[in-house]
């Protein structure tokens, strides 16, 4: 890549840069500051449990284990696994998929100056993330083991040390990732069934190697801490490299076996290996950058041909089947709703199974049915959350919409069909799996068939409730907030609100069928849930998801006419 | 004595001029007078309810004595203006009035027109004067405040899809869904227009043919270029042959031999009986093309009148433009006037000789 390189032109790009992220007018108005207000105290709520979950473990492990060069070292790897995902995917978005590279050639600023300028924010980007995620345990463990003053300020400068890892390796590894991309343009039932393959293969990995544990921790009558786990934990710690000597440096001289030299040459070893992988990340970002974003410009028309009939359709197929090809040909948006819509009855089967095993021993076989409509329901609300940006993906297709000689309940009634129906097949899937399998033998009959029929009628309930109430969200506040091609630029506040809507009713629906199935139930001296018969359990669910249809229902279908009228692209 | 039609109840009245207010002797309908300077220009703004302008200062100013003769003379008549307000119209709008949400802007103000079968009628005025917004209102994709819109006698807001059956409408933006190939998304939108098979055919493959998009219509529209989005644009409006064709300016970014094709196909629609109603800041396209012509400003339809048969009118256009949107100056007036038939070129000459000046001075630099 060749050019001109000033650090001035770098200032202006990186300036420019954040104040198209951020924003320069500050608006002053009472419902505007209520809302920072409001999202960054929730923001600081859920920062504080997590924080607070990261304290506990951090005693657990230190306190009563005694394990802290190992809990660290474990700590090393997962912050470092984490914060190179969140890198790659910041350095793809930013470096090579952002929009405004064609712009940004336009300017007389070389190529190495955008990389550089851009480079800068996926750093700060990195450290922010690293800081969120790495020095809230560091601090844990400093007040954990007592640690001196000086010794925050070294955890203070190992983190920002840590980050230089995680970012050089997100360097490399997004070139190949995007010449793969690049290379999978417009082959989308290709890339949906690799997503697919993908999302249920890390899925089924990550349960059955929990299951596997909690199963060796049960069966040896084994706890996360009993003398054979703590050798386990040693001997992961003792090959885990590079990452152990972070968890020594960290440690320091007062609590691990090194003495200064010791520490020193560990410093080295980890620069050395810093600074080796820098200068490849360098060469291998400097060379690609350019001709990358130049292929990205040149081939973001990329398109395919397709040849099809001039034929005549129903309205209601045509518009069907627009809305699915749209669905269908977007990465972001098949990943989102096809993807997870088709992954959820594997996910499901698997969640189930370690739930059963894990929920079998404490509190028997009686959570069964409310545990599998939980989860249901909570893959179910992933998958129709979806429904919630129905509008806003309209984008700059907005006044179509209104143009087009169909009424405005028909166009919603085809799009809550799509959204409905794939739903349901995943629901049905969802049953057919757990049904086949928990009502069997192998599965421990810990399923009848009532319970799958009554678990199938209402998670097909709360599919339509949901689905109602997600577009309902979207039509009240809908955000037409595209990028260059068209796609939402980030799931808006309507996605937010589905997932919360969904979740409760999920936890609400799971726990009162899990509780009333070993706990009896007495109004005025009459017995009105048994343990063990779910059938008044079921009719209680069945009432009240029937009421929460009715209630989507008619607040989608009453005055929509009016409501969509006043929606202004 | 003049007369006027009631565009209520269809009857002939005369006009009184001396009133500021006349009255439809048959069902007590209200018009406004509006004045000029001089009485025998006095005009009834058909269709303009008195309730709604009454308070309004800006209708019944009275412009400067030169400008009122140089605009007054060419005004319809006030029994014309009514009649083209008859139902038979293929667009009737009727004090259309469209206020943002948190704004106190009037975006559009009483506009009043219509548009007869067979006509271009082309809707002239500055950026932000409000054209796209009524057009928006005519197409249902903009709610307004008050008045009411009528296509092919259906009204927009008792009978939308009646109305938009009969519309074919052309967005400035060329926003369409650009996932689908070219022949998709047209498929798509005969679909919605019930347009049977073999006649859809038969129109995609000659408007492919026409509009030189006979080799990109199987791919994908992301792939097609500014005009080309346009074009597909244009087929999809045009695929159900609409009786009213509205485009928003439909020219922006078109290549010459596109924007002759475009015009060809306005003549040929409207030959047909079918009307075509534009935005556009191309003067010369407008008084070459439209029958009819308004002047919006400020969300106000100032001027309305012919430019078939009209060739004062013709040749006062851009004069009266520029006075009615508030831009004229004798100066710049004259300017645009020369622009439009000098040559514009820098001379050559000069150039050169100026850089042959600079040579030596180069040459100079390079010694020291």
Known sequence: MKGEFSLRSVRTLFNLDLRSRFGTVRKRGIKYRLHQVANAFFFLLVYAVLVLGMYYITRIFVSRSGLKLEYLTIVAVATMAIATIVSTSTVIKNLYQNGDNEMLLRFPVSGKEILVSKSIYCFLHNLLVCAFIMLPIYISFGIVTGAPAVDYATYLGMMVFSSILPYCIANIIAVPVMKVMNRVKNKFIIVLIFTIIVLCAVFIVYLVSLSNVLSYMRDSQQNFFSASMIDRYRAFASNAYPFNWYAELISGRRLGNLDGHGLLMRFVYLLAINVGLGIIAAIVTSREYYKMILYGIETQKASFRRKIRDKKHSRFYALFRREFFLILRSFNYSFQYLAMACAAPVMVFFCNRLAATMGKNSVGGAIMPGLTLMVIIIFITITVSFASTCISREGNCFYHTKVIPVSYPMQLFVKFCLYAVVASVSVGLCCLVSGLYYTSEAGGKVLTALDVGAIFGICETIVISLTCLCIICDVNSPTFNVSGDGELVAANKNVTLAMIIGIVVAIVFGVFAMLFNFMPLTLNGKLIYTPGDMKNVYLTLAVVSGVLLIGSVAGLWINLNKKYQRIVP | ?368
């Open chain 2, 1 to 368: 004595m003049k007369k006027f039609k009631c565009i209520m109840c269809g009857a002939i009245n005369d006009l009184d001029e001396s009133k500021q207010v006349v009255e439809c002797t048959k069902c007590g309908e209200k018009y406004k007078n509006r004045f000029y300077v001089g009485s025998e220009t006095t005009l009834v703004k058909a269709g303009i309810p008195v309730e709604n302008k009454a308070e309004d200062p800006k209708t019944l100013q009275e412009p400067e004595a030169s400008e009122t003769e140089e605009v007054n003379e060419h005004l319809y008549s006030a029994d014309e203006m009514a009649a083209s307000l008859r139902q038979d119209s293929m667009l009737v709008v009727k004090s259309l009035k469209k206020i943002y949400p948190k704004s106190d802007r009037v975006a559009v103000d009483n506009i009043s027109f219509s548009l007869r079968p067979g006509e271009i009628f082309g809707f002239l005025g500055q950026n932000g004067a409000g054209k796209s917004t009524t057009i928006k209102c005519l197409t249902g994709i903009l709610p307004f405040d008050s008045g009411s819109i009528t296509v092919c006698g259906y009204d927009i807001v008792k009978d939308p899809i009646k109305a938009k059956m009969n519309m074919g409408y052309v967005p400035d933006n060329h926003s369409v869904y650009e996932k689908l190939t070219g022949r998709e998304y047209v498929n798509y939108v005969a679909d919605l227009y019930k347009v049977p098979s073999d006649v859809r055919h038969e129109r995609l493959t000659k408007f492919a043919k026409l509009f030189k998009l006979e080799f990109a219509i199987d791919r994908q529209i992301k792939s097609y270029s500014h005009g080309m989005k346009q074009k597909i644009c244009i087929i999809a409006a045009l695929i159900h042959d609409p009786k009213l064709w509205i485009l928003d300016e439909p020219m922006m970014g078109l290549d010459p031999q596109s924007t002759a094709e475009i015009i060809a196909y306005m003549r040929e629609h409207c030959a047909k009986g079918n009307t075509v109603f534009f935005s556009s800041h191309n003067l010369d396209l407008v008084k070459k093309l439209c029958h009819r012509v308004a002047i919006v400003n400020e969300g106000r339809l100032i001027d309305l009148f012919d430019l078939a048969g009209n060739e004062e009118n013709k040749a006062n256009l851009e004069e009266r433009f520029f006075r009615i949107t508030g831009t004229y100056d004798e100066r710049l007036f004259e300017d645009y006037v020369a622009q439009e038939s000098a040559d514009m070129r820098p001379d050559l000459q000069k150039s050169d000789a100026l850089n042959i000046q600079s040579e030596p001075a180069q040459e100079q630099l390079g010694n020291e």
